[in-house]
């Protein structure tokens, strides 16, 4: 599979803000362009996990977690737009990425996705992805899943939309917290086609 040259990440509020921001730092690395979403509720989670407030302001978010993620030699491949931002490439079909990956995934965006619903930018860019027929992967975080939570996924799922869990594994025998999150990006990485050195295959030392 070739890798995307651009790819649209939205960040949402369900826990497990790592595992975008280590996704963020691995498609920055590799090259890859990323146009970055970020809910008003991912900003709570981020602050409660991460220890530190991301500026409101995308310029200063992005100098912040290029900062963070120790990049600033990638910065004209980050764009970070406000959820409100509808002149952004991502709110229109005529300009978006070719895959959009939403991680970590809430209930209610994922229910405002499998609903149709864009009324901020993180939901119009979910609809755009899906009305060109282009790529859709969600990384859910509840527990437990109720019906409607289910009942989302499912209909995600027959849209063609990669359901791909926050759920790492335990066979590589995770040593730190990173083997754990490294477990569940090589798996993003692994589904957009992008190179990974995170963990080793199955069958290979
Ligand atoms: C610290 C914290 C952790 C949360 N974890 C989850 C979670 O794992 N899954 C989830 O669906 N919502 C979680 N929430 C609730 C969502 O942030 C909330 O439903 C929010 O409205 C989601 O908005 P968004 O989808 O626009 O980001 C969490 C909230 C906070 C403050």
Known sequence: MTPP??????ITGASGTIYA???LRELLRSGVAVALLISAAARVVF?????CELPQAPQAAKA???????LADVQALLTLYAVDDW???????SNCAEVMVVCPCSMGTLAAIATGQSDHLIGRAADVTLKEGKRLIVVPRESPYSEIHLRNMLRLRQMGVTILPASPGF?????????????????ILDQLGVPQQLISRWGEA
């Open 64 to 70: 912040r977690l290029l900062e963070l993620l120790k």
């Open 5 to 10: 040259e651009r790819v649209t990440l939205a």
């Open 171 to 187: 066979y590589h025998q995770p040593q730190s917290l990173d083997d754990l999150v490294n477990f569940v990006v090589a798996r």
């Open 21 to 23: 921001v280590t996704l």
């Open 87 to 93: 002149f952004s490439p991502v709110a229109s079909g």
């Open 47 to 51: 602050a409660t996990e991460m220890g």
